[in-house]
């Protein structure tokens, strides 16, 4: 069927009316081709009309110019109990030219299942009137999956919410950023959310959504808590759910267990991403030995079209808790125990040895001897028990055993006060690995490290799921008191990415910072070696600085971090050799490094014109 039409009147529209359908089983999907092209070819929808119901319901939309082509469009039923007919309008707007075509409508899954002769064992139903025999899961799930209502018949109330009259006895987190939002019809933002509920399958049913659009930030997370349960015991609780995750920057959907009332909970389960125009159905096995609670969790992408919803949630097997009888003790009066937030003393430094060191000398902390304080992280071991080196950063760090090696983010120290807010919402540096991945970074962290080149191999990075545009992150080392001549830092790093920023590493002396070496933009899929030469400085600070881009796909990685040749130079007991020159301390250095813009003496006497 097309329209081939030149006409500037207003507001024409065409209509094709679909015959009328007495009623479909929950799994119906309905798919077509059509083609929509032309300079001003006008939007195109298909309405679902019901008896008995005022108000179409817009099952499925194109609104301008989709090229010279075929494309498939799937539009998800779901269960209709009431006749029903479908009418595909063509709406033009003033002047219209163009075509549009529709070919190939093909309806599945759309019986109800068949009656079944018998229905046996613990796992099945047999509906009352219609016969069929259809899986236990199913039953008061919200969805009547036999045709004749019975596998929702005696449910209880409390252990079911299709959100049409509000929450039911499901509550929104106050700890989160914002709220669920209960609707009906489509959300008011185009190409994301759903365009119907899921209970109903038409605009006049609700449910809940997750709202995008501004003032919503990247990773604004918005929670729905479940009432409490009894402890399962030996029987198993299910939790069933449909989701709805439609729009090009839906992002993450996840549900959560907890059995202490201001903790996180574990993780049972969860979804990134765009999963397409449809409503989908997530059932979960819940086993506790505790009461618990279970909860909904969305996650705001980056972006506008990034609408979720949430319907007929339900509950089988699970007994509702009343706070009557509780290990807790009568205090319990339905609600999760707390974890408390005492916490102990600051530890106390072990005292030294006795010495005879002055104050601007620092003390092995072993043997009381003294040495001076510019010998105190400078790469050399001064002291015999190595103490001189060891609050210092490491001269090789693979970050395998989970360590930092001394390195150190000066940002998070200064606002440890505030440590909760900090860690889930600041650009910062952390330890990471591939196997520990969720599937969005896959594209721009690295899915194995430099070291072992594996995927359980460690490095650092920047995640830049936190933060904003322009936000850095700092890890620094320890002051280093002094270095010689050759001294070089070597590192592979990592960035890879569509918006990955930059990375810099910089020198800080005192309150002078300068910088040393740094990279912008995507450098591809694999770790490159970087070189940046130091040579000799006195009390300086090494950072590595990460610039966060405008969005979260792309990490920043460093891993292998070497100091190489750091060590200062030593004064010999010998005269130096006739290869060697003397310098102005008596250091003695090849002949070959006169003159060659390095200062390799430490006291530039290498460099003097004189020579």
């Known amino acids: 069927m097309f329209i081939l039409k030149k006409s500037n009147s207003i507001s024409q529209i065409a209509r094709l009316r679909s015959p009328k359908f007495r009623q479909t089983g929950p799994n119906c999907t309905l798919s077509f081709w059509y083609y929509n092209y032309g300079p001003s070819v006008g939007a195109a929808e298909l309405q679902l009309l019901v008896d008995g119901l005022k108000q179409p319901t817009v099952l499925w ?24 007919q479908f009418s595909l309008d063509k709406i033009s707007l003033g002047f219209y030219e163009g075509v549009s075509a529709i070919d190939d409508i093909r309806f599945e899954s759309c019986a109800l299942p068949p009656p079944a002769l018998s229905c046996e064992g613990p796992n099945h139903f047999w509906c009352r009137d219609t016969k069929a025999c259809i899986d236990r899961l199913l039953v008061c799930d919200l969805v009547d999956d036999c045709g004749d209502g019975s596998d929702e018949d005696s449910c209880d109330p409390d252990l079911q919410c299709n959100f049409e009259n509000g929450l039911c006895n499901w509550e929104q987190d106050v700890q989160d950023d914002f709220d669920w939002i209960r609707i009906r019809g489509p959300t008011p933002t185009v190409n994301t959310g759903p365009l119907k509920d899921h209970t109903t399958g038409t ?9 995008s659009s501004e003032p919503r930030q990247f990773r604004d997370t918005a929670a729905l808590l479940s009432p409490l349960f009894h402890p399962s015991g030996n029987g198993t609780c299910v939790f069933r759910f449909h989701y709805h995750m439609f729009g090009k920057e839906v992002y993450k959907l996840s549900v959560f267990q907890r059995t202490v009332s201001n903790a996180k909970g574990w993780l049972l389960w969860y979804k990134f991403g765009n999963q397409g125009n449809r409503w989908i159905r997530q059932t979960l096995f819940i086993s506790s030995s505790k009461p618990f609670q279970i909860l909904v969790k969305g996650i705001v992408g980056d972006g506008f079209t990034g609408d979720m919803g949430l319907d007929d949630v339900s509950f089988l097997g699970c007994t509702l808790y009343n706070g009557s009888h509780h290990p807790f003790g009568s205090s319990f009066k339905g609600n999760l125990p707390t974890i408390s937030t005492t916490t102990s003393g600051t530890s106390v430094p072990a005292t030294l040895p006795m010495n005879n060191c002055t104050e601007k000398e ?28 060891s609050a210092c950063v490491m001269e090789v760090c693979d970050f395998e055993d989970k360590d930092l090696c001394g390195w150190h983010q000066p940002v998070l120290e200064q606002m440890s006060g505030n440590y909760s807010i900090v860690i889930t919402k600041t650009f910062k540096w952390q330890l990471g690995r591939g196997a520990n991945l969720y599937p969005e970074q896959e594209q721009h962290c690295p899915l194995i490290d430099h070291t072992t080149c594996t995927e359980e191999g460690w490095y650092l990075f920047a995640d830049s799921s936190n933060g904003e545009f322009g936000h850095t992150a700092d890890i620094a080392t320890p002051v280093i008191s002094l270095t010689g001549p050759k001294c070089k830092m070597i590192f592979w790093n990592h960035m890879n990415g569509s918006t990955v920023g930059s990375l810099e590493v910089l020198y800080k002396s005192r309150n002078k910072t300068s910088k040393l070496w740094t990279q912008r933009g995507s450098q591809g899929p694999q770790w490159n070696r970087a070189e940046v030469f130091l040579g000799i400085r006195s009390n300086f600070q090494v950072i590595f600085r990460a610039k966060r881009g405008v969005s979260y796909m792309g990490d920043v990685a460093v891993d292998d971090i070497t100091f190489e040749d750091c060590s200062p130079l030593l004064i010999s007991d010998k ?37």
């Open 61 to 84: 939309r194109t609104y301008y110019n989709e090229g010279s082509q075929w494309l498939r469009a799937v539009v998800q039923l779901g269960r209709l109990p009431h006749p029903f």
């Open 203 to 211: 605009a006049r049913g609700h449910y809940l959504y997750l709202e």
């Open 362 to 389: 620092f003390v092995c902390r072993a043997s009381g001897h003294c040495i001076q304080m510019i010998q105190k992280c400078d790469f050399r071991l001064d002291c015999p028990d190595k103490s001189d080196e």
């Open 575 to 611: 005269p130096c050799t006739s290869e060697e020159f003397m310098c102005a301390n008596k250091y003695c250095i090849p002949k070959n490094n006169l003159c060659d813009f390095v200062n390799d003496c430490e006291d530039n006497s290498d460099e003097s014109p004189s020579i």
